[in-house]
């Protein structure tokens, strides 16, 4: 069991730019998770998948926000014409479907907009 | 939605003496867990905890789920007990929803 896995660690990009993250859930985890954590704040969800299927989207997750889990393993998060407002740490989580639905954490990706 | 409050929001202590920190929730949850985020960034799970009590080594936590409400109890603190503690509560959409935190600090 390696963890959730997360790549890049860190991404600056300029304004307007597109960018794409990705993250490896533990392998025998069924859901996997988006957050994004703003400085001195706690994590808030984006959004999260069960298999394939995107379960659920916060009003966080604006039309420029687009997330993928394509055969129900890894998923990508991309980010299109990206804002300044966009600057922050996004977190991927995963937990198995059954009892506990404990979540685990990966490092996160730190993304800079200049 | 659920709302969870977290204090007190900083603690600082001198190595050696003890904490508890306490997460109020607004309504029933499904899960509660308590996480330790360190100075780069990275969420460690510390407890998986909806109701009852639970204690892993200097660590302990306490969830009284009819009273909404969660206690994470530290003692002998050490220098890497520093960093960001949260607790997230599942309402009954499957997602967490995290507090501000309590930041700590302890010094030697």
């Known amino acids: 069991d390696t963890g959730v896995s997360q790549n890049p660690r860190h991404k600056i990009t300029k304004r307007g730019q597109n960018v794409t993250f990705r993250c490896d859930p533990i392998s025998e985890h069924n859901r996997l998770y988006w957050y994004r954590q703003t400085l001195g704040q706690g994590p808030e969800f984006l959004t999260y998948?069960?298999?394939?299927?995107?379960?659920?989207k916060s009003r966080l997750l604006s039309d420029r926000f687009s997330a993928e889990r394509p055969k129900g393993s890894f998923s990508t998060l991309e980010i299109q014409r990206t804002e300044q407002g966009d600057s922050a740490m996004y977190l991927c989580?995963?937990?198995?479907?059954?009892?506990?639905?404990?979540?685990?954490f990966g490092p996160g990706t730190r993304l800079t907009v200049t | 939605g659920i709302q969870v409050e977290q204090s007190p929001p900083d603690l600082i202590l001198q190595e050696g003496a003890n904490s508890t920190l306490r997460c109020n929730f607004s309504?029933?949850?499904?899960?509660l867990q308590w996480f330790h985020q360190n100075p780069w960034g990275q969420l460690i799970n510390l407890f998986y905890?909806?109701?009852g009590t639970k204690q892993n080594g200097r660590l302990s936590a306490t969830t009284v789920a009819t009273e909404r409400y969660s206690l994470l109890y530290i003692s002998s603190s050490q220098t890497t007990d520093s960093g960001v503690y949260f607790c997230?509560?599942?309402?009954?959409?499957?997602?967490?929803?995290f507090g501000t935190g309590t930041r700590l600090q302890v010094f030697p």
């Open positions: 997230a509560v599942v309402d009954n959409t499957d997602k967490l929803i």
């Open positions: 309504d029933s949850v499904n899960n």
């Open positions: 998948f069960q298999n394939e299927a995107q379960l659920e």
């Open positions: 905890i909806p109701s």
């Open positions: 989580a995963s937990s198995p479907t059954g009892f506990p639905y404990e979540q685990y």
